[in-house]
């Protein structure tokens, strides 16, 4: 059995990461800047900063979630689409997902001559969104001690997101973690609509008694 996409991109990303923490002019070339992706047309930053993490903690949460939940993805997407457009259209959903969690703050941001934004972290909560839609009532363990079903967890996710996002003053891009779930789910559905209605049918009949 061969290396799965999920570690390559993992491989990948910490690579590209590794470099950036000792090369500074890399790390603000690779980063989501907005205002010198609509100044400049750099918008090749929307891809390379999923791939470009701030530290080596916030890399490896990154890496060993999307590990974890991105592998059991990649085999639906094979058994969904077929062995290798299923890893091609897995590759192009991670890669859609970390632009379009971008997008809020992109649009918000673009005029901001201080704001930068790296990590994979839209891309990661799109991966387990999608794992959230094809397995609502699976248990997932909240800070790695708490178990909670993984419709739960989403729902608290998107509450948080969206508060932190407007109340919250710090350097997390919470903009891109809750578009990044939606944007997961939102593909999810559109490439395969049954899946929507799997999820419907599972929150009903699979609901803990």
């Known amino acids: 059995m061969g290396i799965s996409v999920t570690i390559i991109l993992v491989i990948i990303t910490c690579l590209i990461s590794y470099q950036c923490f000792n090369n500074q002019q890399l790390f603000y070339r690779l980063s989501h800047w907005p205002i010198r992706e609509h ?48 890893l091609v259209i897995y590759v192009l959903v991670y890669i859609a997902i970390i632009v379009l969690a971008s997008a809020s703050t992109f649009i918000k941001k673009k005029d901001d001559e201080n704001y930068m934004a790296v ?25 790695g001690i708490i178990s909670i079903p993984a419709i739960i967890g989403g729902v608290l996710y998107l509450w948080y997101s969206s508060y932190a996002s407007k109340n919250v003053k710090d350097r997390i891009d919470h903009d891109a973690h809750f578009y990044g ?4 789910v939102v593909l999810m559905i559109l490439l395969k609509p049954s899946v929507l209605t799997d999820f419907l049918h599972k929150l009903v009949e699979d609901f803990p008694l």
Do not use: C, D
């Not at 470009?52 to 974890?68: A, S």
């Open 119 to 143: 990590g994979a972290s839209g891309g990661v909560a799109g991966i387990v969104f999608i794992f959230i839609l094809i397995y609502p009532w699976e248990s997932l363990l909240l800070y």
């Open 39 to 86: 100044r400049n047309k750099e918008y090749y930053r929307l891809v390379t900063s999923g791939f470009v993490h701030g530290g080596w903690v916030h890399l490896l949460i990154n890496m060993f979630v999307f590990w974890n939940f991105g592998e059991i993805i990649e085999r639906h997407f094979q058994a969904f689409f077929g062995e290798v457009t299923g």
């Open 181 to 184: 779930a939606l944007v997961g």
